[in-house]
């Protein structure tokens, strides 16, 4: 299982894999979360980890009442993917 943590500092999701700090970027404005960028480095890839920040966010977003502007490719496509988040798009 994957642990995702909230950083409200720095406006952003982490999770620490095997010592590699992956993240998830975000703005929160006017109850809109606006996704800018998920980075998962190349030596953890491959183990859902994009998949666990975004949905942990997205959940999140759905908990709070926000709606979502996924800007980062892979949070488009991941709500692309996942119809049952399509009443969170801004």
């Known amino acids: 299982m994957i642990s995702v943590t909230q950083d409200t500092e720095r406006s952003r999701y982490t999770a620490t894999v095997d010592g590699v700090l992956c993240v998830l970027d975000y703005q929160l404005q006017d109850n809109i979360l606006t996704i800018t960028h998920t980075g998962v480095p190349s030596q953890v890839g491959g183990r859902g980890i994009?998949?666990?920040?975004?949905?942990?966010?997205?959940?999140?977003?759905?908990?709070?009442?926000?709606?979502?502007?996924?800007?980062?490719?892979?949070?488009?496509?991941?709500?692309?993917?996942?119809?049952?988040?399509?009443?969170?798009?801004?």
Do not use: F, I
């Open 50 to 90: 994009a998949a666990a920040l975004t949905r942990h966010a997205l959940d999140a977003a759905r908990a709070n009442g926000w709606k979502v502007r996924p800007l980062c490719s892979y949070a488009e496509v991941y709500m692309r993917r996942h119809p049952e988040y399509n009443d969170l798009l801004a």
